[in-house]
């Protein structure tokens, strides 16, 4: 065999085809020639090259350089998480002319006419999944791929829609999942994904609508480096090339009258209404196999079943949960999909996109930290980068690259009440709608930040932040204005951490995916500069406890019983699940401890705790109390030369003293606290001239000018041209507070 001296995405001869054959041999022994086999049909040549490679575990299936036609889609199933196939299917070359036109060609073609239920390809097998070097087509609207739980790579191919053209495409390329969720994989075009590490990368895709669709649990794929000619999207859904597509709730019922008083923990065994089986009110919207929670007298149990029979679900085993609960007519049996995270789409080229987004997601994906761009957006009227809706947190976004001859910069919206997404890097303009915590660049661009008037925010290692906002006072001349805020980290104090562990928990922090990437900082044991990579709580599945499984010190569990659970003592977990304690304490599951943590939500940090400690008072960067510090309207005031006058209120303590040296414009105001005071209003000054008759608004900052002051926390406001300067703390009777007013308006 000659190896060729390069590798170019295109193969035309039999040396190159063996070599590329040749390439990782331990994960696909086995090697066929689909035109090696007799039959009257492609689809028959299909047939036995899939059973053979199927059979043998790992295998290769080679297409000639001629055109194929499938009448009926390739299909792997899926046997049980553990028996694991290596599949690879390649041609010889997808040719640079597909899919200029329909239908596309390349050395080697593939022309779909099947037109039944499902995708024209569906691969649920478990292991590996490789497709390169062929041109697709189809006239059908059935999508191209369906993949659930094999790791695909899908790269040097041309896949070519024929239904309809530019706003009236409806064929899909790539389906990663679909809305439902099992943990352990199963089969159908309902289940979830678990093809984590999957790529997609170097194809043409041409008059499609979604060109990667993200289904429930759809994790850690890369889509990159693919050309993206005349996708049209879901003009209902912003007409996206990709759409996330996870999360919300699924499909519920109710348990029946036959199966009442069962304990969930025994259903493979028990006689409600038979073993195995779960008599429900009804089974509409479930598929077979899958999985639910039920609803029990203690807590929920996670159930998997493997068929539904009427309105009973059969082959019913108990995962993890309530482990004593008994179930009643009645109960609620839900199910939920799980969202679309850790996914990145960039260095794609997108042209002819007929509606506005690049990337949307379903109203409840649910999508957290992707990365969306760079990508070149090019030949679009109005092209939206992202568009968001409120499920969705700490998303980066980062397009670039449009034509400067069409009418609309890229827009990266984000959907009214959304917080937490990441930083956008854009040649165009920025409307975000109340975004909290974001870090831009314009990159020489005018930056427009929508969000209630509030602009950029800095934040600190400690998790404090600050941030400018425009004002307006509309009673008097239409002013506007200049507020600069400060808003204080959130501080909790019942850290637990373990040295030499990445994770830390708290009962009160109450962690939530808006806080994945801020600051969190502690004097003890958490070091400076440390950020919130992501969150788990008593509901997350992605920390499912698993049999004789190694758990470091400081490890989470997740039985999925409402509460979470930490090792105190690292180790290996036994073979059997232990029983959960739900009153707080610990139990022994092989030589790892456990510690009953309740409702406690835990913080998964970028870099390991350097100390062992509970009790460890924790800082992040969530917004609690917002101060306006500074605020500047029509320019400045000349005060007079006297002092104003500071009357004494009721939070400021009866028999309290304040004097005042200085002017309007700038004084320092010397307090004397007495009697019992309080927080709240405890001053309020009236100038010595006043200037509400020139001046439509006046605003002030007030700065502490000895420690006392600094321990009050003042903050103030001008009502009727008056200032009035609060206390979060209150004062001490018999102390001397000092602060310096200095008034702009």
């Excluded at 009926?72 to 002319?97: D, E, M």
């Excluded at 506005?356 to 957006?377: D, S």
Aim: net charge negative; glycine share 12%; proline share 4%.
């Amino acid at each position: 065999m000659t190896t060729p001296t390069a590798i170019d995405g295109l193969y035309s001869d039999r040396d190159k085809l063996e070599y590329l054959l040749s390439v990782d041999p331990t994960s696909y022994e086995k090697t066929v020639y689909l035109d090696s086999f007799t039959g009257s049909s492609d689809d028959d040549l299909m047939d036995q090259a899939l059973t053979q490679v199927v059979a043998a575990a790992n295998g290769t299936i080679a297409l000639s350089a001629r055109a194929h036609s499938f009448a009926r889609p390739l299909v792997t199933s899926f046997k049980n998480a553990s028996t694991l196939h290596n599949i690879r299917i390649l041609g010889q070359g997808a040719g640079s002319a597909g899919g200029v036109v329909y239908p596309g060609t390349g050395a080697t073609t593939v022309n779909f006419t099947y037109s039944g239920s499902g995708a024209l390809m569906d691969f649920e097998h478990v292991g590996k999944l490789e497709i390169a070097h062929i041109c697709f087509n189809s006239t059908a609207l059935n999508p191209f791929l369906f993949s659930s739980n094999p790791t695909a790579e899908i790269h040097h191919n041309v896949f070519n829609g024929g239904v309809g053209t530019r706003g009236t495409c409806m064929t899909d390329a790539i389906v990663f999942g679909g809305p439902g969720f099992y943990q352990n994989g199963f089969s159908g075009q309902t289940s979830g994904f678990f093809g984590y590490g999957s790529k997609v990368h170097h194809n043409y895709f041409h008059n499609l609508r979604y060109i990667t669709t993200f289904g429930g649990g759809c994790n850690a794929v890369n889509v990159e480096n693919n050309i993206i000619d005349q996708t049209c999207g879901n003009p209902a859904n912003w007409g996206s090339a990709f759409l996330f597509n996870g999360g919300g709730n699924g499909a519920a019922s109710t348990v029946d009258t036959p199966s009442n008083g069962g304990e969930i923990s025994q259903v493979a065994s028990w006689a409600y209404p038979s073993p195995g089986v779960l008599a429900v009110a009804s089974t509409a919207g479930f598929s077979a196999p899958g999985s639910f929670q039920v609803a029990t007298s203690t807590t929920s149990g996670y159930v998997t079943y493997t068929g539904i029979s009427g309105n009973t679900f059969t082959g019913c085993i108990y995962g993890s949960g309530s482990a004593t609960g008994t179930v009643s007519t009645g109960g609620a049996l839900t199910t939920s999909i799980p969202g679309n995270s850790a996914n990145i789409i960039r260095h794609n080229y997108v042209e002819c996109t007929y509606y506005k987004a690049l990337c949307t997601t379903n109203g409840a994906a649910q999508a957290n930290a992707n990365v969306i761009g760079p990508n070149c957006l090019q030949d679009v009227a109005q092209f939206t980068g992202a568009v968001w809706d409120p499920t969705c947190s700490q998303n980066w976004v980062d397009d670039t690259s449009q034509r400067a001859d069409r009418t609309a910069p890229p827009f990266v919206d984000f959907a009214p009440a959304l917080s937490g997404n990441g930083g956008i890097s854009t040649q165009g303009g920025l409307n975000a709608s109340t975004v909290f915590n974001q870090h831009v660049s314009m990159r020489g661009a005018n930056l427009v930040a929508r969000n209630l008037g509030v602009g950029p925010m800095t934040e600190n290692a400690y998790g404090d932040r600050a941030y400018v906002s425009a004002i307006h006072n509309s009673s008097t001349n239409n002013t506007p204005g200049l507020q600069f805020n400060s808003v204080t980290c959130k501080q909790v104090a019942d850290g637990q951490i373990y040295s030499g562990s990445n994770i830390v928990t708290s009962a009160t922090a109450a962690f939530a995916q808006n806080d994945i990437g801020v600051y969190i900082y502690s004097a003890t044991g958490i070091p400076l500069w440390s950020y919130i990579a992501w969150i788990v709580t008593p509901a997350s599945v992605n920390y499912l406890w698993t049999a004789s499984s190694a758990y470091a010190l400081g490890a989470l569990a997740v039985p999925l019983n409402g509460h979470l659970y930490q090792a105190t003592t690292g180790g290996t977990s036994a073979g059997t699940i232990p029983v959960w304690p739900l009153a707080g304490g610990t139990v022994s599951d092989g030589s790892v401890v456990w510690k009953d943590l309740g409702t406690a939500t835990a913080a998964i940090l970028q870099f390991n705790c350097t100390a062992t400690a509970s009790g460890v008072t924790v800082s992040f960067a969530r917004g609690t109390t917002t101060q306006a510090m500074l605020t500047v309207m029509n320019n400045h005031i000349m005060g007079s030369g006297s002092a104003p006058a500071y009357a004494v209120q009721t939070a400021g303590g009866a028999g309290s003293t304040a004097t005042v040296a200085g002017n309007d414009m700038a004084h320092v105001v010397t307090y004397t606290a007495a009697g019992a005071p309080t927080t709240g209003l405890i001053l309020i000054g009236t100038p010595a001239t006043s200037f509400s008759g020139s001046v439509p608004g006046a605003s002030y900052s007030i700065t502490p000018q000895n420690a006392n002051a600094v321990g009050l926390g003042l903050y103030g406001t001008m009502a009727s041209y008056r200032w009035n300067i609060s206390a979060v703390t209150a004062p001490t009777a018999g102390q001397v507070y000092i602060f310096g007013v200095n008034t702009v308006g």
